[in-house]
């Protein structure tokens, strides 16, 4: 039996556990906080442009049970905002308790204040991953999705501060990079002007502490666009963020609220004094993260270098996935590459070849896409999404782009892969 | 693998002067890398501490002039001094491991003498330390240099603390419960060895200490044992000729891990008792808690003099009197 431990319980580690289970492997997921689904619990954007047809391609592939649960926790389908189309916003506050009953239907083994701290390795061979009690938890293939935000030092160093976020390393204890301990160094992601990190893009306001009037066009429209005060326009802000498919000037000028269970504040931080002067807002109080007017969470200072069949070069049994693998924003990004690793671990195990997905595919170009940026200077000040920025022009330029689910489902008969991710192998 | 702590992590000592100069422990960004790379997490982010503190250590240690309450001597080797401090600093040497810096007034900071505390009393706001005569420092202190008459002896004395790194494999020792320990002593070892029996049995253990008066020749903690509520055993431990553990302690040590299910084994004494312990808990292989007192050559206590820092068998150095590594760690490969 393939014994496969995956380290972080974020989207990308679920999705990764589905598949290794699908593919026949005994899973065991480590997951430092006491949710799994990590920003999956503030998230809440799915579908939007790019990420549509991703996802479409996600479930011909075989690989549509998280997809599912975020359709059935959907508030608002097909919404428009500035930049934006057809986004499915998915309640932030129903979707991990049902991620968690579907990995114990599958049997995944779940260790939630788990906190994965080094590897024992032999050669270029895992062993085990050493936990922060001192103990050890073997297995034949390993797969990161610690994924790069934080922990505090950085937060610090790079940002403005711890600012409470939703992976609470105070509480938890803070992520390490396990590739990075098992000898292969880390890459990291920069901004414009060649600092490191980025800013996680959107913070969440208690929808209570809102305007009756914004909260009922919330709940009715899914999306509340107010215009900022212009003195306080700040499009400077735009260059820090992480989502550089939302670092677009209207969302400088406005403040764009989209309704994910939370109001989502769609900036990285804004000042609490400044926010409450304007109408509706007199009450606002940040969510998440804590300190919202303060700061956010700081991203992208851990990738590995992978291949585009996401093993991670230099080990021989690690793979990697979500933004441990590359700058990749976003939850459908996140099981898009989550599901590759969890199907190829077990590939791994028994020494077959590992599957890339063809360019023919969305996600097979965006891995693709993202190895070939990553490993220049400028590709580094990206960041890579079916939803925005760089990634969606190509997407379109390609003809990749499609709201059509039957050409999605099409396309991947065409090249064989229908169900691949089903596939039991042991 | 090796985890190895920084004692004073977490603590309003923290960060200190070792994030200053890009030496810490514990923090990678603190170490001169500039991201995190946090495997001995503590609860606090030391660089987060250290940021908002203007990029400064905290405030040192103090010096404190204390008074003398008594010097008893219980043996022409060894004198128990009680000494007067603020009911603070009693709670904070409570600890097993806790020690001070000590020396008379007037003579300068290299008279320091690094001591462990036998007992600590936060609502008296006293303090008991053994001392034994063996050098320089431990003349001074007694206040038996030449030409020092007996009406000159100073009732002050000069504390440095609270230290808190007498011990290795704290870990071990707080969290150990309801099982069997072994309290192993030999000579003046004895004094530090009593919070170690307090915690363990407030732990919920059962405690049996073995007791070897060593070279100072006297038995003064076996009542305080007793009263405690331990077994006391006096038995000589180590041989005269080449101090390994004698044929007697080993058969009796190993009976009491293979057939009396002890968990964890306290050695105060010198290193070669340690050594002996530590090679017999390992070829025993019962999985037992090896924990020691810290018989490194402390001097500043803030890792900065160098004088404790010792290497191990994987070829890193530690500086042992802020670090808190398992006892194994410092035997193994020795």
Same mark, same amino acid.
């Given at each position: 039996m393939a014994r496969v431990v995956i380290i972080g319980g974020g989207w990308a580690g679920c999705a990764a556990a589905i598949t290794a289970r699908k593919a026949g492997?005994?899973?065991?997921?480590?997951e430092k906080t006491d949710l799994l689904l990590g920003l999956g619990n503030v998230g809440g954007i799915m579908r939007n442009n790019g990420r549509f047809t991703a996802a479409e391609e996600i479930i011909a592939l075989g690989a549509g049970e998280l997809l599912a649960i975020t359709d059935q926790v959907t508030r608002h389908k097909n919404i428009n905002f500035p930049g934006h189309k057809h986004a499915f916003l998915y309640d932030v506050t129903k979707v991990e308790p049902l991620v968690r009953k579907k990995l114990a239907e599958m049997q995944v083994m779940v260790e939630l204040e788990t906190r994965a701290i080094n590897v024992q390795k032999e050669g270029?061979?895992?062993?085990s991953i050493v936990l922060a009690n001192g103990s050890a938890v073997e297995g034949d293939v390993f797969i990161e999705t610690t994924g790069s935000t934080g922990p505090m030092g950085n937060c610090l160093r790079y940002g403005n501060g711890c600012s409470m976020c939703i992976l609470r390393c105070p509480s938890y204890g803070p992520r390490v990079s396990i590739s990075q301990r098992a000898g292969v160094e880390d890459l990291l992601g920069q901004r414009g002007d060649e600092s490191?990190? @980025?800013?996680?893009?959107?913070?969440?306001?208690?929808?209570?502490?809102?305007?009756?009037?914004?909260?009922?066009?919330? &709940?009715?429209e899914g999306v509340v666009i107010v215009p900022v005060p212009t003195e306080d326009v700040n499009v400077k802000k735009l260059a820090y963020k992480v989502c550089q498919q939302y670092a677009l000037k209207e969302f400088a000028e406005n403040i764009i609220l989209l309704d994910t269970g939370y109001a989502k504040l769609m900036t990285s931080y804004y000042p609490l004094a400044k926010l409450r002067e304007i109408p509706g807002f007199e009450f606002a109080r940040y969510d998440d993260p804590y300190s919202g007017g303060k700061g956010n969470s700081i991203r992208y200072l851990s990738m590995a270098p992978r291949n585009n069949a996401l093993k991670v070069e230099g080990l021989s049994n690690l793979l990697c996935a979500g933004e441990k693998a590359g700058l990749f924003v976003g939850h459908t990004e996140a099981i898009a590459t989550g599901s590759l690793a969890g199907h190829n671990s077990v590939r791994l195990y028994l020494?077959?070849?590992?599957?890339?997905?063809?360019? @023919?595919?969305?996600?097979? &170009?965006?891995?693709?896409?993202?190895?070939?940026?990553?490993?220049?200077p400028e590709g580094l000040k990206n960041r890579y999404t079916f939803s925005g920025g760089q990634y969606f022009k190509q997407m379109i330029a390609q003809g990749?782009?499609?709201? &059509?689910?039957?050409?999605?489902?099409?396309?991947?008969?065409?090249?064989?892969?229908t169900n691949i991710f089903a596939e039991k192998f042991l | 693998m090796k985890i190895s702590d920084c004692i004073d992590a977490g603590t309003e000592y923290c960060p200190c002067s070792l994030a200053e100069t890009g030496e810490c422990i514990m923090c990678s960004q603190l170490q001169g890398?500039?991201?995190?790379?946090?495997?001995?997490?503590?609860?606090?982010?030391?660089?987060?501490?250290?940021?908002?503190?203007?990029?400064?250590?905290?405030?040192?240690?103090?010096?404190?002039?204390?008074?003398?309450?008594?010097?008893? @001597?219980v043996s022409p080797a060894v004198t128990v001094f009680t000494i007067q401090v603020k009911r603070t600093l009693a709670r904070e040497l409570k600890e097993p491991g806790?020690?001070?810096?000590?020396?008379i007034p007037d003579y300068p900071t290299f008279f320091d003498l690094p001591m462990s505390i036998m007992s600590? &009393?936060?609502?008296?706001?006293?303090?008991?330390?053994?001392?034994?005569?063996?050098?320089?420092?431990?003349?001074?202190l007694l206040q038996r240099e030449a030409g020092r008459r007996e009406e000159q002896q100073r009732e002050e004395v000069l504390l440095r603390g609270p230290y808190w790194n007498g011990i290795l494999g704290l870990k071990y020792l707080k969290s150990f419960q309801k099982g069997k320990a072994l309290v192993v002593v030999r000579g003046i070892g004895q004094a530090p060895a009593l919070p170690v029996a307090k915690k363990l049995l407030q732990g919920g253990n059962e405690v049996e200490v073995l007791l070897d008066r060593g070279r100072i020749a006297v038995d003064f903690t076996g009542d305080l044992f007793r009263k405690m509520g331990c077994r006391v055993l006096e038995k000589q431990l180590l041989k005269r000729e080449d101090l390994t553990l004698t044929e007697e302690t080993l058969a009796y040590l190993q009976d009491s891990l293979l057939n009396k299910g002890v968990g964890l084994i306290y050695g105060g004494g010198s290193d070669l008792l340690h050594q002996g312990l530590s090679r017999l808990i390992q070829e025993v292989e019962r999985g037992a808690f090896f924990v020691c007192s810290n018989n490194a050559q402390l001097c500043c206590g803030e890792g900065i003099c160098g004088s404790c820092q010792t290497r191990l068998a994987d070829g890193s150095r530690v500086k042992r009197c802020k670090t808190q590594l398992a006892a194994l760690n410092i035997y193994e490969g020795r």
């Amino acid at each position: 039996m393939a014994r496969v431990v995956i380290i972080g319980g974020g989207w990308a580690g679920c999705a990764a556990a589905i598949t290794a289970r699908k593919a026949g492997a005994e899973v065991v997921v480590l997951e430092k906080t006491d949710l799994l689904l990590g920003l999956g619990n503030v998230g809440g954007i799915m579908r939007n442009n790019g990420r549509f047809t991703a996802a479409e391609e996600i479930i011909a592939l075989g690989a549509g049970e998280l997809l599912a649960i975020t359709d059935q926790v959907t508030r608002h389908k097909n919404i428009n905002f500035p930049g934006h189309k057809h986004a499915f916003l998915y309640d932030v506050t129903k979707v991990e308790p049902l991620v968690r009953k579907k990995l114990a239907e599958m049997q995944v083994m779940v260790e939630l204040e788990t906190r994965a701290i080094n590897v024992q390795k032999e050669g270029s061979w895992l062993k085990s991953i050493v936990l922060a009690n001192g103990s050890a938890v073997e297995g034949d293939v390993f797969i990161e999705t610690t994924g790069s935000t934080g922990p505090m030092g950085n937060c610090l160093r790079y940002g403005n501060g711890c600012s409470m976020c939703i992976l609470r390393c105070p509480s938890y204890g803070p992520r390490v990079s396990i590739s990075q301990r098992a000898g292969v160094e880390d890459l990291l992601g920069q901004r414009g002007d060649e600092s490191y990190g @980025a800013y996680s893009g959107s913070c969440k306001l208690a929808k209570n502490s809102l305007s009756k009037e914004i909260v009922e066009k919330l &709940d009715r429209e899914g999306v509340v666009i107010v215009p900022v005060p212009t003195e306080d326009v700040n499009v400077k802000k735009l260059a820090y963020k992480v989502c550089q498919q939302y670092a677009l000037k209207e969302f400088a000028e406005n403040i764009i609220l989209l309704d994910t269970g939370y109001a989502k504040l769609m900036t990285s931080y804004y000042p609490l004094a400044k926010l409450r002067e304007i109408p509706g807002f007199e009450f606002a109080r940040y969510d998440d993260p804590y300190s919202g007017g303060k700061g956010n969470s700081i991203r992208y200072l851990s990738m590995a270098p992978r291949n585009n069949a996401l093993k991670v070069e230099g080990l021989s049994n690690l793979l990697c996935a979500g933004e441990k693998a590359g700058l990749f924003v976003g939850h459908t990004e996140a099981i898009a590459t989550g599901s590759l690793a969890g199907h190829n671990s077990v590939r791994l195990y028994l020494g077959m070849p590992l599957l890339e997905l063809p360019r @023919a595919l969305a996600l097979g &170009d965006l891995i693709a896409f993202a190895n070939e940026k990553i490993k220049t200077p400028e590709g580094l000040k990206n960041r890579y999404t079916f939803s925005g920025g760089q990634y969606f022009k190509q997407m379109i330029a390609q003809g990749l782009y499609t709201t &059509d689910v039957e050409t999605v489902k099409l396309r991947v008969e065409r090249i064989g892969l229908t169900n691949i991710f089903a596939e039991k192998f042991l | 693998m090796k985890i190895s702590d920084c004692i004073d992590a977490g603590t309003e000592y923290c960060p200190c002067s070792l994030a200053e100069t890009g030496e810490c422990i514990m923090c990678s960004q603190l170490q001169g890398k500039v991201f995190c790379d946090c495997t001995n997490w503590k609860g606090v982010c030391i660089y987060q501490e250290y940021i908002w503190n203007h990029s400064q250590s905290k405030e040192n240690r103090q010096v404190y002039r204390c008074r003398i309450l008594a010097k008893e @001597a219980v043996s022409p080797a060894v004198t128990v001094f009680t000494i007067q401090v603020k009911r603070t600093l009693a709670r904070e040497l409570k600890e097993p491991g806790a020690y001070v810096f000590l020396r008379i007034p007037d003579y300068p900071t290299f008279f320091d003498l690094p001591m462990s505390i036998m007992s600590a &009393d936060e609502r008296a706001g006293v303090i008991k330390i053994a001392v034994q005569e063996r050098g320089v420092k431990t003349k001074y202190l007694l206040q038996r240099e030449a030409g020092r008459r007996e009406e000159q002896q100073r009732e002050e004395v000069l504390l440095r603390g609270p230290y808190w790194n007498g011990i290795l494999g704290l870990k071990y020792l707080k969290s150990f419960q309801k099982g069997k320990a072994l309290v192993v002593v030999r000579g003046i070892g004895q004094a530090p060895a009593l919070p170690v029996a307090k915690k363990l049995l407030q732990g919920g253990n059962e405690v049996e200490v073995l007791l070897d008066r060593g070279r100072i020749a006297v038995d003064f903690t076996g009542d305080l044992f007793r009263k405690m509520g331990c077994r006391v055993l006096e038995k000589q431990l180590l041989k005269r000729e080449d101090l390994t553990l004698t044929e007697e302690t080993l058969a009796y040590l190993q009976d009491s891990l293979l057939n009396k299910g002890v968990g964890l084994i306290y050695g105060g004494g010198s290193d070669l008792l340690h050594q002996g312990l530590s090679r017999l808990i390992q070829e025993v292989e019962r999985g037992a808690f090896f924990v020691c007192s810290n018989n490194a050559q402390l001097c500043c206590g803030e890792g900065i003099c160098g004088s404790c820092q010792t290497r191990l068998a994987d070829g890193s150095r530690v500086k042992r009197c802020k670090t808190q590594l398992a006892a194994l760690n410092i035997y193994e490969g020795r």
